[in-house]
C-alpha cells in the first residue's frame, strides 16, 4: 500500500542553522501539507500546497519557513534559521483531489527535529 | 476561536467501554476525524464522519455527532491494552485547502 515517508527520522541541530525536512507524498496526490506537534501538544497546521504554490499557511509559518517541490516527487520544509522553539515532530501528509472520498490526509511518520 | 477542545486523560479498565469526547467550532466542516497516536509514532486515522450523519459504526468503534452542539464522541467497545494511546479529534476546514485543525487530545490508558 503506498505510503507517505519522511527523512530523516530524527535531526538535531544547532540553533541558528539551516535545516531541511523531506518528504515523499503518495505519487498522484495532487496536495501537500505540513504539520508540526510540539512535545506534548496538539498537531498544527503550518502550510498547505498545491499546483506548486502555497494555498494557505498559518501564523506559525513566517518568513523563516519555506516549501518546494523541487521535482515530481518530493517536497520539502526548510526552516532557515532554526530557534529553540522549532523543536518538534513535523508531519508531511497528502491528499488526492478536491474529489476525493472524505478528505483524507494521509500522514508520513514524521520527523523529531531538536534544536540544541 | 479555533480550538478544538477535548478532554485531556481517561483512564478504562479492559474490556470496558472508552468514550471520548470532542468540542469543535467550524459547523461548516464536512468531515471530522479521529486519529489515533502510539508513543514516538505517527498519525493514524480510526475513522471520519461525515457532517450530515448522526452516528457511525465501525467494528469496535461507534462515532456520535452532534452538530447542534458541535459535539463529537468515539466510543470503543471492548477497550483493549492495544488501544491505550493518545487519540485527536480533527476536523477539515477551508474551501479548497481542507486543511485540518486537530483537537488537543486525549491520553487513554487502559488498565489491565
Known amino acids: 500500500e503506498p505510503e507517505v515517508t519522511q527523512t530523516p527520522s530524527h535531526q538535531v541541530t544547532q540553533m541558528g542553522q539551516e535545516v531541511i525536512l523531506r518528504c515523499v507524498p503518495i505519487?498522484?496526490?495532487?496536495?501537500f501539507y505540513w504539520y508540526r506537534q510540539i512535545l506534548g501538544q496538539k498537531v498544527e497546521f503550518l502550510v498547505s500546497?498545491?499546483?506548486?504554490?502555497?494555498?494557505?499557511k498559518s501564523e506559525i509559518f513566517d518568513d523563516q519557513f519555506s516549501v518546494e517541490r523541487p521535482d515530481g516527487s518530493n517536497f520539502t520544509l526548510k526552516i532557515r534559521s532554526t530557534k529553540l522553539e522549532d523543536s518538534a515532530m513535523y508531519f508531511c501528509?497528502?491528499?488526492?483531489?478536491?474529489?476525493?472520498?472524505?478528505?483524507?490526509?494521509?500522514f508520513g511518520p514524521g520527523t523529531r527535529l531538536t534544536v540544541l | 476561536g479555533e480550538d478544538v477542545e477535548q478532554s485531556l486523560f481517561l483512564s478504562v479498565r479492559e474490556g470496558d467501554s472508552s468514550v471520548i469526547n470532542c468540542t469543535y467550532t467550524d459547523s461548516s466542516s464536512t468531515y471530522l476525524y479521529w486519529y489515533k497516536q502510539e508513543p514516538g509514532a505517527g498519525l493514524q486515522l480510526l475513522t471520519y464522519?461525515?457532517?450530515?450523519?448522526d452516528m457511525k459504526q465501525d467494528q469496535r468503534l461507534t462515532v456520535l455527532l452532534n452538530k447542534k452542539d458541535k459535539h463529537l464522541s468515539l466510543r470503543i467497545a471492548d477497550t483493549q491494552t492495544g488501544d491505550s494511546a493518545i487519540y485527536f479529534c480533527?476536523?477539515?476546514?477551508?474551501?479548497?485547502?481542507?486543511?485540518?485543525?486537530f483537537g488537543t487530545g486525549t491520553r487513554l490508558k487502559v488498565l489491565a
Open positions: 464522519i461525515f457532517s450530515n450523519m
Open positions: 480533527a476536523e477539515s476546514r477551508g474551501s479548497g485547502t481542507y486543511k485540518y485543525i
Open positions: 500546497f498545491y499546483n506548486n504554490e502555497i494555498s494557505e
Open positions: 505519487s498522484n496526490h495532487l496536495y
Open positions: 501528509a497528502s491528499r488526492p483531489t478536491a474529489l476525493a472520498t472524505y478528505n483524507e490526509q494521509f
